[in-house]
T-cell receptor, first 113, second 110 residues
Framework: DAGITQSPRHKVTETGTPVTLRCHQT?????MYWYRQDPGHGLRLIHY???????DKGEVSDGYSVSRSKTEDFLLTLESATSSQTSVYFC????????????FGPGTRLLVL | QKEVEQNSGPLSVPEGAIASLNCTYS??????FFWYRQYSGKSPELIMS????GDKEDGRFTAQLNKASQYVSLLIRDSQPSDSATYLC??????????FGKGTRLHILP
């Protein structure tokens, strides 16, 4: 257990509604990441953060925004959910100074109808 | 060539045998490589990391890296039914982000 929680764990929403997913860590790590995992695509990086208020885009950032106002929380917002954003979302942190060894949260299953 | 490639499987291996999982990578992937195990419905968990050419052993697991051939492998000795999972190969890209393969499903036959 890497001290990472995600909420909600499951969510069903409708197309066009905003959705916010939360990642919370208890170990004061600087780097946090949001991934989505889809069959046939594997894990793809959406956004990441390297400190409070410091974020950057990943491979599939369109339609997503993030915020990090506290070290322990990294929020992912789907501004207007689409069916193509139906996925499993994982948050990850890196523990060591090399920023390479990633530890994942339990995931959030999102269904957009 | 995709940055990190894996055969999706499933790879079926009898219990007690050696399971061999393979991964190739492109020039866009750098020096650090990782193997993650993911059970169905669960999150990925790190099994091994390898940074230099050669073999690295940890219990029943051995990671092998061949930079000249751009090839990473994971060997699981004395395979157990609990080893049945999807195995993700990952490498660090030139922009320092971790790039994941799509994973290989491994099925250990009792």
């Amino acid at each position: 257990d890497a001290g990472i929680t995600q909420s909600p764990r499951h969510k069903v929403t409708e197309t066009g509604t905003p959705v916010t997913l939360r990642c919370h860590q208890t170990e004061n790590h600087r780097y946090m990441y949001w991934y989505r995992q889809d069959p046939g695509h594997g894990l793809r990086l959406i956004h990441y953060s390297y400190g409070v208020k410091d974020t950057d885009k990943g491979e599939v950032s369109d339609g997503y925004s993030v915020s990090r106002s506290k070290t322990e929380d990294f929020l992912l917002t789907l501004e207007s959910a689409t069916s193509s954003q139906t996925s499993v979302y994982f948050c990850a942190i890196t523990r060591d100074s090399s920023q390479e060894t990633q530890y994942f949260g339990p995931g959030t299953r999102l269904l957009v109808l | 060539q995709k940055e990190v490639e894996q055969n999706s499987g499933p790879l079926s291996v009898p219990e007690g045998a050696i399971a061999s999982l393979n991964c190739t990578y492109s020039d866009r992937v750098s020096q650090s490589f990782f193997w993650y195990r993911q059970y169905s419905g669960k999150s990925p968990e790190l099994i091994m990391s390898i940074y230099s050419n050669g073999d690295k052993e940890d219990g029943r697991f051995t990671a092998q890296l061949n930079k000249a051939s751009q090839y990473v492998s994971l060997l699981i000795r004395d395979s157990q039914p609990s080893d049945s999972a999807t195995y993700l190969c990952a490498g660090r890209g030139r922009d320092d982000k971790i790039i994941f393969g799509k994973g290989t499903r491994l099925h250990i036959l009792p």
